[in-house]
């Protein structure tokens, strides 16, 4: 299913349980949230899919860590039992510890329940870029196992077609001959007026390193790319690309919180 902009927010969608609004002399006037709330009533709504029993993928980022305390909160209040997380990256793995979730791994359970996890981007077609903030493999991985995907996001991240936002969309490259390869995927883009950086850190401008010891170039188009899946492929068949943070088809459901309420669509 489509998201369909820009009755996405309308009446029918919204969820009334999720409104919030304050009280004055004469009426009531909605209270403005800031982003991190908003992600955080949508990362609230997203954990009512989880139950008790199921493996569950913890996403990674801003939004997903409000989703992994809520789950954490839930486990430690009997609401939720025997709940298995599989985190997507360090940085989630380390959250979930100190709070006590339960962890494995793909290994021991190859078939996820259900994932929960932030976006960058997200289509009307409900395909995402995802990593910039560079847990794009491992959250592919998870992902790409679960039998249902939540993509939580507040309604800054939609979008008309990827890399709509002149943002970053991430590819996930080996350290080895990192110029070469960039080259080679502005190359593939050229007439999207395609330019890639490098990934650095600090002052030093070191390369960023990911959770897999490799770099990432972040590809930035003055146009659309055009069809996904060819651009996907083409990505792919370059020696030295590890994964892109483009997740096409891949979530079954998208929960945006905006100034109206929640919205779910589902595929």
């Known amino acids: 299913m489509a998201i369909a902009y820009p009755q996405f927010f309308g009446p029918k969608k919204v969820d009334p349980s999720l409104m919030v609004s304050s009280s004055s002399s004469s009426s009531l006037s909605p209270v403005i949230l800031s982003q991190d709330e908003l992600k955080k ?16 993928g913890l996403g ?10 809520k789950i954490a909160e ?21 959250q979930a510890v100190s709070l006590g979730i339960p962890l494995s791994d793909l290994n021991a359970h190859p078939i996820v329940d259900l994932a929960i996890d932030g976006a960058d981007e997200v289509d009307p077609q409900m395909n995402l870029v ?23 996001v507040d309604e800054s991240k939609l979008v008309n077609h990827l890399g709509g936002s ?4 991430p590819v996930e490259i080996v350290p080895f001959c990192w110029e070469f390869t960039l080259k080679r995927l502005e190359m ?18 070191e390369p960023y390193v990911t959770d897999n010891n490799n770099y990432i170039i972040d590809l930035y ?47």
């Open 41 to 56: 009533v949508a990362a609230y709504k997203a954990v009512e899919f989880v139950e008790s029993g199921m493996v569950v």
């Open 60 to 69: 990674t980022g801003s939004t997903a860590k409000h989703a992994v305390d």
């Open 74 to 94: 839930l486990l430690h209040s009997g609401k939720l039992k025997n709940i298995v997380g599989i985190p997507t990256s360090k940085i989630t793995h380390e």
């Open 130 to 152: 995802k990593g910039r903030g560079g847990s794009l493999l491992r959250e592919k991985m998870v992902e790409a196992a679960t039998k249902k995907f939540i993509v939580i």
């Open 166 to 169: 002149g943002l970053a969309m």
């Open 188 to 205: 593939l883009f050229i007439e999207a007026g395609c330019v890639g950086k490098l990934r650095t850190v600090g002052e030093t401008g």
């Open 221 to 267: 188009f003055k146009k659309d790319m055009g069809d996904l899946k060819s651009a996907s492929d083409a990505i792919l068949r370059l020696a030295g690309v590890v994964e892109h943070g483009m997740f096409i088809d891949m979530a079954t459901t998208v929960i945006v919180a905006g100034k109206l309420g929640v919205s779910v669509t589902n595929k």
